[in-house]
């Protein structure tokens, strides 16, 4: 690596950390508040957790999409809501269907860095929950294999695709 590209690196990680750690206090003070031994506290949280998310995700492994993320995260809320609501109402009462079981999803991502984005996203959706790999295909647990959840995981992917995309794609949505 030449001399100017290692400072160019060094600046761009630089920016990475300032971005990041920006993210994480703002994140704070709608949490917690503007108190100043709250907004000490913050900073610190704010600096440790950027540091562990450069050591589990380094910059240039991934490329956010600000306009892509926009879109995704309303339909993100909503379905938070809706399917948590829908596996609370499957789970206390008896009449309706449940029916866990595991259905198997071929995500179009290759492995690596999207791809186990996509899957932490799709974690944090009542109802579904990643739990392994058989083949290239990430194995999902689910309330109910009688739903179509291997299409609606499909369409979430190309949702998701819009925001999130691995740093070797330059196009910007």
């Not at 799709?122 to 647990?141: K, N």
């Amino acid at each position: 690596m030449k001399p100017r590209d290692s400072a160019a690196a060094q600046r761009s990680t630089r920016l990475v950390f300032l971005r990041r750690a920006a993210i994480y206090l703002l994140l704070w003070i709608v949490l917690i508040g503007t108190k100043p031994t709250d907004l000490v506290f913050g900073a610190i949280t704010a600096m440790l957790a950027t540091w562990v998310s450069l050591r589990l995700l380094p910059p240039g492994m991934l490329r956010i999409r600000p306009f892509g993320a926009l879109r995704l995260l309303p339909r993100f809320l909503w379905q938070s809501i809706f399917a948590g609501v829908d596996v609370a109402r499957r789970a206390f009462d008896p009449r309706l269907p449940i029916a866990p079981g595991f259905v198997v999803f071929r995500p179009q991502s290759p492995p690596g860095a999207a791809r186990n984005a996509f899957t932490a996203y799709t974690s944090l959706l009542p109802g579904t929950v990643p739990c392994g790999l058989s083949d290239g295909a990430v194995v999902y647990h689910c309330l109910d294999v009688g739903q179509p959840v291997a299409e609606q995981l499909a369409a979430e992917e190309a949702r998701f695709a819009q925001a999130v995309a691995p740093e070797s794609e330059t196009a910007d949505g």
